[in-house]
């Protein structure tokens, strides 16, 4: 990173699928504030098939909302002096439906695995994983490659000194797939190489004349290590020189920009990153979609990523129908639906994707559905944010009661600080209760968590930002961009209904609450009083059942919602008993506005 | 966002419409610009790689990776036939050769010296392209397609399934609003493109999948009768390439629903009139809609179609697409500049409708289509 310089006026877009955000930041009074937000329909595809259009007109937008002159004809203007000019000007892209990758490696569950963490940390869509041991004919794995058509392939595999042939039997996969890449046809389909370096020679040999072979460190060195850095960065260069450059009006884009432009995960990931770094807490950050479900996590200092490619809100609802099954998007839903009204709905929603929920009933519908989607989205992120598996672990004695198989997910929920909701359903839920509650039910946050929504989407600007300029993403993120909900506190365990199951002293006051119960405390943003948190013997808070913790809250526009439903949450099967549930916990927490139910 | 409405499926009775038909690999065009075409004219053609096929040839032989070269009967690059021998280990004092065959016709493409195995791939398989509907190369696409251009009827669906297609329409209700019944189809209907109402069963599906239907034309189905005909759920609406007998375009959506009176109109009127359908739909970037397409003569005055571009407008057809009021078609009385708070307390950009029956509703702009004529 560079010196961080002075930068008094920012402009930073992110180029999605449908639309071009622009936001504009400024320094007043020593610190970065966003300033305003401007867009305009993405032009990437016909008629225009110039992003820069797309761009220029959320540009536009971001000039007649602020008075502003940021443009000259089709040119920014530098350096800002008064009120015209910016200093720098960053962008993300996710436009042509972002970047999709294959990985390949020699053991699945090994190198073929850090493979895919390393194009999934970069932003990428993996479209399948290759493996020696995946148990498909060579021929199959061959038609794959050649089918799906991916915008690059990362090869791997073999730690240093390890396998050859392996990795060659690969290289040479991949040959005779001689793949073709999504746009741009003549143009030769990036491959990276970042596996053993005793094979690289046998790998240029078979590769470097019919594809755009790049050769970088080995992503997984020794067994016991992993080192994606290098991998991820050569999939961004690449991203930009092979992929960016060949979609519609991307040359222009990139000489625009100041910094390489990053793909919109990739850019939301370093965020994350450097907040669960900055401020030294295990964070996750999830980003819900038309199309797809990312999870970012950081726990330990560990980053991972997952996009789940199939799981959203629109295009591919009909999925999360599909892989949740009736049952469990039913449940969540306080009132009587027939099975084959509740298909034809969400298939309507497929089908003509942009429509809003407009009665209460509906809306109720498509929360519990994100419930789902975000619940299904943990389970992946848990099965891919996991240690590195193949490892010879060291035990002393005390471990031999906690035995932890190599692989295990790093994903706890207990130790998580901070979950930061993104994506339409989450940030512009009618109620900012609403939100809450569909993470802490998709989620089941145990213990002490502080709960967030991304106000208007700008996360990925500020993830490219803080490539350039931690201080100013950072103070963005920190006072324009997150919106603070409150903390959640929902202990670990399960008891009789009505036992009393926590009693938290918090300003003088005592508030006790029984198992089955939830409950809210208002406690505005700002506030962040210290709290003595008991559990009944029946439950833990994070220091084992019936402890004790003391510890700081937060305030936030929600508040303190106290979770005392358990830990894993069960709803009871009889539909008169679950509705009468959840309409006491929506009451509780004033989830919706009181409209009698027919 | 200017546009916060759903642009409506274009149901149009003679417009000048364009197809690009393309080569999913580069290859050779078979027609030039000015040719009249039929549905069923290959206009270009190529040919896709074999498949391959690997063989662990220093495995078979026993011998190491690095020694395969001396063994090999056929070079890198040389034809094989199927059983042809392409190594061959001496054995002792050149008795108990051990002979490696071929297991397909094609070609050696690579021999590693590393992992000792053998690719070979099988001959090109042959692709064409036809022209899907009767009309004019306007445009040639070097080495990969061509532009057809026609007048014709054109009526776009919201959902299909199954691919290209050419029948002759043969309307089975009377109705907009009549169901598809499997009693209703017989022996006369191979070959044609069925129009039903509101609705099909899954009887009256596989009916028209045994009797040899190419395709129907209806308004709704239930997601449950989609299912178990599909045999699989749909998750991601990208579609056109199952392969169950018949090209199925539902025009309104999933539940019962009545086809909209003019779509009905349209089709009906093309009674014995040859078209051409694809169920094919994505609705993913770069959208897809299933189609039905009847040319008409050259000769036919093509309608100037209205600009919908710039959004909906007052004294507009609207259908509402989305519960409580799915289905429901009125005219725009109003379209108040300001977000509007509705019962989901989210504020948005309204209109109001004014159904058939007087009643006035206020409806999301994100909940109408305008309904293109």
């Known amino acids: ?84 000019g910016i200093d720098i000007y960053v962008s993300t892209s996710s436009a042509g439906g972002g970047l999709q990758m294959m990985v390949a490696g020699v053991v699945k569950e090994m190198t073929a695995e850090s493979a895919a963490r390393a194009a999934l940390g970069a932003g990428a869509i993996v479209m399948d994983v290759i493996a020696t041991n995946d148990r498909r004919r060579p021929h199959k794995r061959i038609e794959l490659i050649r089918d799906l058509r991916p915008d690059m392939i990362l090869l791997s595999g073999g730690i240093d000194g390890g396998t050859v042939s392996h990795v060659v039997e690969l290289s040479e996969t991949i040959k005779a797939a001689d793949p073709k890449p999504r746009f741009g046809t003549g143009f030769e389909l990036p491959v990276i190489f970042a596996g053993n370096v005793d094979a690289r020679e046998a790998v240029k040999e078979r590769l470097d004349k019919i594809t755009a072979l790049s050769i970088v460190d080995n992503l997984r060195p020794i067994l016991e290590r992993e080192n994606l850095g290098p991998a991820r960065d050569a999939i961004h260069d690449l991203f930009m020189e092979h992929v960016m450059a060949h979609a519609p009006g991307y040359k222009i884009l990139m000489v625009w920009t100041d910094v390489p432009i990053m793909p919109t995960p990739g850019a939301v990931g370093a965020l994350i990153q450097t907040i669960g770094e900055k401020q030294n807490i295990n964070v996750m950050g999830v980003d819900i979609g038309g199309a797809t479900t990312d999870i970012f996590s950081v726990f330990d200092g560990n980053f991972n990523r997952t996009v789940s490619a199939n799981l959203g809100m629109s295009y591919s609802v009909s999925n999360v129908l599909t892989e949740a099954g009736m049952d469990n998007v039913l449940r969540w839903v306080p009132f009587s639906l027939d099975k084959n009204d509740l298909g034809n709905r969400v298939r309507n929603k497929m089908i003509r994707p942009t429509t809003v929920p407009m009665s209460l009933k509906e809306l109720k519908l498509e929360q519990g559905i994100a419930r789902e989607a975000l619940r299904l989205a943990l389970v992946q992120h848990k099965g891919m944010a996991v240690g590195l598996k193949g490892v010879q672990q060291e035990r002393t004695i005390s471990d031999a009661f906690e035995q932890t198989a190599s692989g295990a997910t790093l994903v706890n929920m207990m130790d998580l600080d901070l979950i930061v909701g993104s994506g339409g359903t989450l940030s512009h839920a009618p109620r900012r209760a609403q939100a809450s509650l569909m993470l802490i039910d998709a989620f089941q946050p145990e213990g002490i968590t502080r709960l967030a929504v991304d106000s208007i989407f700008m996360m990925p600007h500020l993830g490219v930002l803080s490539s350039v300029h931690e201080k100013a993403a950072t103070e963005v993120f920190d006072k324009d961009c997150l919106i603070r909900l409150g903390t959640c506190i929902a202990p670990v365990g399960i008891a009789p209904l009505g036992k009393e199951a926590l009693e938290i002293k918090m300003n003088g006051d005592v508030i006790k609450v029984n198992s089955g119960d939830m409950k809210l405390i208002p406690l505005d943003e700002g506030e962040k009083p210290r709290a003595v948190i008991k559990p009944s013997k029946y439950f833990d808070i994070g220091e084992g059942r019936g402890k004790e913790v003391e510890a700081t809250l937060r305030g936030g526009v929600v508040g303190i919602i106290i979770d005392c439903r358990g830990r894993p949450l069960v709803l009871p099967t009889n539909d008169a008993e679950r509705f009468e549930r959840l309409n006491r916990w929506n009451k509780a927490l004033s989830i919706y506005p009181d409209v009698k139910e027919e | 966002m200017a546009h916060a409405y759903t642009p409506g499926l274009k149901v149009t009775t003679n417009i000048k419409l364009r197809k690009e038909r393309r080569l999913p690999l580069k290859g050779d065009v078979i027609v030039k610009i000015g040719d009249k075409v039929s549905a069923d004219d290959i206009v270009a053609r190529t040919e896709l790689p074999g498949d391959v096929e690997t063989l662990n040839l220093a495995g078979k032989l026993g011998v190491m990776p690095n020694e395969l070269k001396q063994f090999m009967k056929k070079n890198e690059g040389d034809p094989i036939l199927k059983g042809e021998i392409i190594a061959e280990s001496s054995g002792f004092f050149g008795l108990f050769k051990n002979q490696i065959e071929s297991p397909i016709k094609g070609t050696i493409e690579t021999v590693s010296d590393i992992t000792g195995q053998l690719i070979l791939r099988a001959p090109p398989t042959p692709v064409e392209i036809d022209a899907y509907m009767d009309g004019e190369v306007v445009d040639i696409i070097e080495n990969e397609g061509v532009v057809i251009e026609s007048k014709v009827t054109f009526v776009q669906g919201i959902f299909g399934i199954g691919g290209e297609a050419q029948g002759i329409i043969e309307p089975i209700v009377h109705n907009p609003k009549d169901v598809v019944e499997a009693a209703i189809i017989n022996e006369s209907h191979r070959g044609k493109v069925l129009i039903g109402g509101s609705y099909v069963t899954k009887e009256a599906i596989e009916t028209a999948v045994k009797v040899g239907a190419t395709g129907i034309v209806v308004g709704g189905i239930d997601d449950a009768v989609l299912k178990e005909f599909l045999g699989y759920e749909i998750g991601v609406a990208i579609t056109g390439n199952e392969d169950k007998g018949i090209t199925l375009i539902i025009t309104e959506g999933f539940g019962k629903m009545n086809m909209s009176p003019a779509a009905f109109r349209l089709l009906t009127h093309h009674k014995g009139d040859h078209a051409s359908i694809n169920g094919a739909t994505q609705i993913r970037a770069g959208v897809l809609r299933p189609e039905v397409i009847v040319p008409l003569e050259a000769s036919t005055k093509t309608h100037k179609t209205k600009d919908y571009s710039k959004g909906v407008e007052e004294g507009e057809t609207v259908r509402i697409i989305r519960e409580p009021y799915f289905g429901i078609i009125g005219k725009v009385t109003e379209l108040p500049p300001d977000l509007e708070v509705i019962e989901t307390e989210s504020r948005v950009r309204i209109l109001k409708v004014k159904t058939e029956d007087g009643k006035i509703l206020t409806i999301p702009r994100a909940n109408v289509e305008i309904i293109e004529a």
């Not at chain 1, 877009?13 to 007043?28: M, R, V, Y």
């Not at chain 1, 504030?33 to 401007?38: A, D, M, Y």
């Open chain 1, 1 to 84: 990173m560079e010196k961080e310089r002075e930068l008094n006026r920012i402009l930073a877009t992110d180029c999605g699928s449908t639309t071009t955000k622009a936001i504009l930041i400024e320094k007043k009074d020593g610190e970065y504030r966003l300033i305003v937000r401007g867009e305009a329909p993405t032009t990437v595809e016909a008629p225009f098939e110039d992003v820069t259009r797309g761009v220029l007109n959320s540009v536009r937008e971001v000039e007649e909302l602020t008075g502003r002159e940021l443009l000259e004809g089709e040119k920014l203007i530098y350096p800002a002096k008064g009120n015209r």
